[in-house]
């Protein structure tokens, strides 16, 4: 069993890292943050990269026996937004038939699909000691897919899964072996149904809905994105199959605003889970732990992980 904790990038320090090691977490993951910013703090991450100092981390987390993954939102930057003035025509359109560079863009576009691929390409070598799977997440929004007539007929499911073939292929030519996630979360948890997954395309599940879920139809969603598990599975294959969960974000519980919040993690309900994961066949079982940094140490003390280290053994 692989397991993970992701961080932001700036929250990376020593004694995260020995943390993650010390209680036995198999996998370091390194998350710019998401929503409409996600590009700035991709671009603060890559600056990070080039580093000595920030290198010299990640070489320590790699001495610890870590394993180092980036997942990161990156539709925004592998599209970047400036290029609507001279390229509408590679942006999505909207519900009101109007072309927009607000989120993703037109992947039925031929050049702006090659675009993306090939600077996905270039961010998988930018990332400093990475593993060979790879998560370039569409934008971090909800119903922000093309609606153009040559999108129209393809879900957000669909959308997603066609450029991840396309970034995968690129990329296989600078690492044969690479693999790449399809991030089934809100309007992505329906199965794709005009698009077939590429060899080496494996599910992440994120049950985001479970947390986050209000409206009047809440129980009906979660209900939902439980019930999407077996059939993702069934569409994805299990071998590689990956829970992305919640347990430690204490960025969702201090609502994306520093400073952090005291956090508690809710062991109960995190055993409960991981048994359910476990039973399904899943082979790696992560969660979130941004908002716990140098910052919350300095204010509320170290968080602890051992609890998830020890359930997910
Ligand atoms: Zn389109």
Redesign the pocket.
């Given at each position: 069993m692989r397991s993970q904790i992701l961080i932001h990038p700036e929250e990376l320090s020593k004694n995260w890292i020995d943390r993650i090691a010390d209680a036995g977490v198999t996998v370091l993951g390194i998350h710019p943050w998401g929503g409409k910013h996600a590009e700035k703090s991709i671009q603060q991450m890559l600056e990070f990269l080039k580093t000595p100092e920030y290198r010299g981390l990640l070489d320590y987390a790699a001495e610890r026996g870590l394993e180092i993954e980036y997942e990161i939102h990156a539709a925004g930057y592998l599209l970047p937004r400036d290029l609507f003035e001279t390229h509408p025509e590679y942006f999505?359109?909207n519900e009101n038939g109007e072309r927009t560079p607000d989120w993703n863009f037109?992947?039925?576009?031929p050049k702006a699909l090659s675009f993306v691929a090939k600077r996905a390409a270039e961010l998988a070598l930018a990332l400093y000691r990475s593993g060979k799977r790879f998560y370039f997440w569409m934008d971090d929004g909800k119903d922000v897919h093309?609606?153009?007539p040559?999108?129209r007929d393809l879900s957000p499911s669909d959308q997603q899964l066609l450029v991840i073939n396309a970034m995968l292929s690129e990329i296989k030519k600078h690492i044969s072996d690479a693999k790449m996630a399809y991030l089934a979360y809100f309007d992505s948890l329906s199965l794709p149904e005009m698009i077939k997954a590429s060899p080496d395309v494996f599910l992440e599940y994120a049950p985001m809905e479970k947390y986050v879920a209000k409206s009047e139809d809440a129980a009906q969603r979660i209900a939902r994105e439980q019930a999407m598990i077996g059939p993702l599975m069934d569409f994805f294959g299990r071998e590689d199959a990956k829970v992305l969960e919640y347990w430690y974000d204490n960025s969702l519980y201090s609502k994306w605003k520093k400073p952090p919040k005291e956090f508690h993690v809710d062991r109960e309900a995190m055993a409960k889970d991981i048994d359910q994961y476990k039973a399904l066949g899943f082979s790696c079982i992560s969660t979130f732990g941004c908002f716990l940094g140098a910052d919350y140490e300095e204010l509320f003390g170290a968080p602890d992980i051992v609890p998830f280290a020890e359930l997910t053994k």
């Open positions: 999505r359109m037109c992947v039925s576009d093309c609606r153009c040559r999108c």
